[in-house]
């Protein structure tokens, strides 16, 4: 019985061993070569249990397959319009194809990004020198072109790491800082407040203009307002000497009683409200008020009566 017990035992240590070396694992955040004699053959881009012949016939080679950070040194390059840059710019990248990877750079991640630094270096620099100064600073927002500079050298990484064969997938890529060379920042204020003084006079001049606009067009309203109404005084001024001629023509048959109208029009106006008047009777209108003069003698010697109308 211990016998039997004991071919198990050893029976199971024996196909746990044999399994150790015939069968491997791949993590979620990992990619795997598996290499026959040290040459590639094949890939493990997904986790999970995989088998494989023992050693020395293959090997596993185990990479992480997380995101790299690779971030470039501060350093100067130069515009389409000839003024020196300092730039230094970030990547992140990771192995997209191990048996590439490995026998390129040996599995060794210091000298994949050594490779990398060195395009990305050519990628920012030559797309720098198809910019002007004002494409990455500005005054002017409308002029910045901060974002599609990044696309740009981010696709030419892409492009040349692929075409050198390097098995890694460039992410994403930006620019970490600028920064001006000492002999370039005076000459770069300069521009800049030139910039802002040409923005200035742009803004004053069409505020001027504006201005000028505006006020031509309130004194064309104020003379067609001041036509308007002397065209129409003219015309209530033309009325009214039509029905005064007629009235003249009236008063011309009866000056009379015309000048009598005129009186008591007078007087209507004296007596409109309760008013105490003290005035000379000999005052027009007011003489109406007095009695009729004496009648002259006539012939006969008897007087004329008087009395008050």
Known sequence: MKRNVTIIIGAAVILLFLSVLVIFQVRQTEVAVVTRFGKPSRDITEPGRYWKWPWPIEKVEHFDHRIHNLEGKFEQVQTSDGYNLLIMV???WKISEPAVFFPRFGGSVASAEQSLGGLMRNAYSGVAG??????????????????????????????????SNYGLDVQFLGIKKLGLPESVTEKVF?????????LETQIRNQAEQ????????????SNDILVAAEAKAKGIISDGEREAAQYFEVFKQEPALASFLLKLSGLEAFLKEKTTLVLDLDSSPLELLKGAPEAK??????????GNH
């Open 190 to 198: 300069e521009q800049m407040r030139s910039e802002r003084q040409l």
């Open 90 to 92: 970030y990547a992140g």
């Open 130 to 163: 198809k910019h002007p100064l004002s494409h990455f600073i500005s005054t002017s927002e409308k002029e910045l072109k901060f974002v599609e500079i990044e696309q740009e050298i981010l696709k030419r990484l892409q492009a040349d790491s692929q075409a």
């Open 210 to 221: 504006e201005a000028s606009n505006i006020k031509s067009k309130a004194d064309r309203e």
């Open 297 to 306: 003698k006539s012939g006969d010697s008897k007087p004329a009566t008087s």
